[in-house]
């Protein structure tokens, strides 16, 4: 049973989307922005009627939507660049000519990690939410109930009534305060973890509102 942390994913890139007649869009994407350039590829609508309209109108409807990934990678460093790349292909992929030059798929949305478990703190107005990926990793979310304008405001658990406090999302930071991700390989090590790090955030700010002041 293991918990640790990682430093957030921070990806990055560009689209391009479609241009009115056109069924091709461009893509550029990478895991860490830190870390370009980019690598690209082609989104072709192969689907019936006319091109759905709107930015990234694929992960709203992925249906008819295709990936081609060039046998010889395009990578970029920033969006001119990106177009410069991708110019000498756009005609034949819009046109679908030479598709062997491309690995094609259908285009498939990343997959959401589920809600597991809620944790919540024993004295304060603490909790935690335990997601777990595809992959069978468990991530831990943290909400607190605070001063607002201490957090980044939080979706979730809900809207405050209070005018002078919300929820708000905290994180694990590292001794320079980057923040991090918690991340464990079981249920039970996400939510000792989870207990964990709530104390932890309970006794670093204490305006945290306690559960017997609702």
């Not at 295709?66 to 660049?81: K, M, N, Q």
């Not at 990926?133 to 809900?158: C, H, N, Q």
């Not at 464990?184 to 000792?192: H, I, M, P, R, Y």
Request: charged residues 25%.
């Amino acid at each position: 049973m293991t918990h640790w942390h990682e430093l957030p994913k921070n990806t990055r890139g560009w689209l391009i989307p479609a241009k009115p007649g056109s069924r091709v869009a461009i893509c550029f994407r990478g895991e860490d922005v830190r870390n370009a350039p980019f690598q690209g590829h082609f989104l072709r609508y192969e689907g019936v009627g006319e091109v759905p309209k709107g930015l990234s109108s694929w992960k709203r409807n992925p249906e008819g939507w295709f990936e081609l990934w060039p046998h010889e990678p395009l990578f970029a460093s920033s969006i001119e660049e990106s177009k410069a790349v991708c110019a000498p292909l756009l005609s034949y992929v819009e046109e679908g000519i030479s598709d062997s030059l491309f690995d094609s798929r259908p285009y498939q949305p990343p997959a959401k990690p589920q809600l597991v478990k809620e944790v919540e703190h024993d004295t304060h107005r603490a909790s935690a939410r335990i997601v777990q990926y595809p992959d069978g990793v468990y991530e831990v979310g943290y909400a607190v109930y605070a001063p607002s304008g201490r957090y980044f405001p939080a979706a979730t658990p809900g809207i405050s009534a209070e005018l002078n406090f919300d929820w708000g999302k905290t994180y694990a930071t590292d001794d320079a305060g980057q923040q991090l991700r918690t991340l464990a390989d079981d249920l039970e090590s996400a939510q000792e973890i989870a207990l964990i790090e709530l104390d932890r955030f309970v006794e670093q700010d204490p305006e945290i509102k306690l559960r017997t002041e609702l």
